[in-house]
């Protein structure tokens, strides 16, 4: 069931959270938390886009809970194929609202991550486009058709096209290719630009020669 309030909705079902996303109170056990900006399950997110296949070099995973989206694309832009999804969970302090991504770069830096992650309020497809160009793979914050707030990678952007891993569904994670624009279009700014320490190193050549 889902209420109107000043807030934004209240979805309910039960003990179960069912949605979490900007302006979303969750009710759930007999509790209600305000989840503003935290990256939560991908259901409904580019349903009425069509979808290009992607076969991406490094590993795509699935998230183990509908709240960990952001843990399982901290795996994946990190390559942290190693380290189970419970260790990123607490090092980047997700809960069952789900993550803030703000918590991400001190998060990768507790896990002996080396190369650098720079959280962003501020991304664009253009921003993506640059960060990709100079070898990193940008965790985003997106909206989905259901009101939540999902977090998934972007590898690169080409001939107009954005190039994804996913981590939902749960437990098996998605790549594929969408439009520019229907990227943008679900945008909500919030990213982190991740660059392995391996790639940094290539970029730093690359820019003094």
């Known amino acids: 069931m889902a209420q109107s309030t000043a807030d934004g909705l209240i979805l309910e079902a039960g003990n179960q959270v069912v949605g979490v996303g900007v302006g979303l109170l969750i009710r759930g056990g007999g509790t209600v938390s305000q989840a503003i900006g935290r990256a939560g399950n991908g259901e409904g997110l580019f349903t009425n886009v069509a979808r290009t296949p992607y076969a991406p070099t490094n590993s795509t995973f699935g998230q183990a809970f509908d709240f960990s989206c952001a843990a399982a694309s901290c795996r994946m832009a990190a390559n942290l194929m190693d380290t189970p999804e419970a260790y990123v969970r607490q090092a980047i302090l997700t809960d069952t609202s789900g993550t803030s991504l703000s918590n991400i770069p001190n ?40 009101g ?15 190039y994804i891993r996913d981590p939902w569904p749960l437990g098996i994670g998605s790549s594929y290719a969408v439009p520019v624009n229907s990227l943008g279009s679900v945008l909500t700014g919030r990213g982190v630009a991740v660059l392995p320490w391996l790639l940094l190193g290539i970029v730093m050549q690359k820019n003094a020669d």
């Not at 962003?120 to 486009?129: D, G, Q, V």
């Not at 965790?139 to 058709?145: A, G, K, L, R």
């Open 107 to 146: 998060g990768l830096q507790q896990l002996g991550f080396s190369g650098t992650a720079r959280y962003s309020t501020t991304m664009t497809t253009e921003s993506i486009t640059t960060a990709t160009n100079n070898g990193a793979s940008v965790i985003v914050n997106v909206t989905t058709e259901t």
């Open 148 to 162: 939540g707030v999902h977090a998934i990678v972007v590898d690169s952007v080409k001939g107009g096209m954005a």
